[in-house]
């Protein structure tokens, strides 16, 4: 059994960054894919970033939303089963609750966007971003 712990959010102000972390108990293989979401009050829980070990390129791979616009940055310590979402350049826009997850389909070639296939998830972190 795979438990996920968020740690990081917060209040910050608009164009502050913040640093989510989350640490995983229980094997994850290095090609499972370790993934950010993010849920609004009254919107559908979103993609934000995730990364894994690609079983055909061998090398880790990571994915974003479009809408973040390079303004965050996903990384993984494949030993110690943690993943962190550096996050600049706050707007309000990006207040949610951040959760962290895995799933235990291995990582061909793309990292997988959508919330039913991840298996794993943590209890989530609140981030708000005032203007």
């Known amino acids: 059994q795979v438990q996920l712990v968020e740690s990081g959010g917060g209040l910050v102000q608009a164009g502050d960054p913040l640093r989510l972390s989350c640490a995983a108990s229980g ?3 290095t090609d499972y894919p370790m993934t950010w979401f ?3 009050p ?3 829980r979103e993609f934000v970033a995730g990364i894994a070990r690609s079983l055909e390129l061998k090398i880790p791979i990571t994915l ?4 973040l616009q390079g303004r965050f940055t996903i990384s993984r310590n494949f030993d110690k089963n943690t993943v962190d979402l550096q996050m600049n350049s706050l707007r309000p826009e990006d ?3 951040y959760y962290c997850a895995v799933s235990r389909t291995s990582v061909s070639s793309h990292i997988p966007q959508s919330p039913s296939v991840y298996h794993y998830w943590g209890q989530g972190t609140q981030v708000t971003v005032s203007s």
């Open 27 to 29: 094997r994850i293989w």
């Open 42 to 44: 009254g919107k559908e």
């Open 38 to 40: 993010r849920q609004a």
């Open 95 to 97: 207040t949610a609750v």
């Open 64 to 67: 974003y939303s479009d809408s």
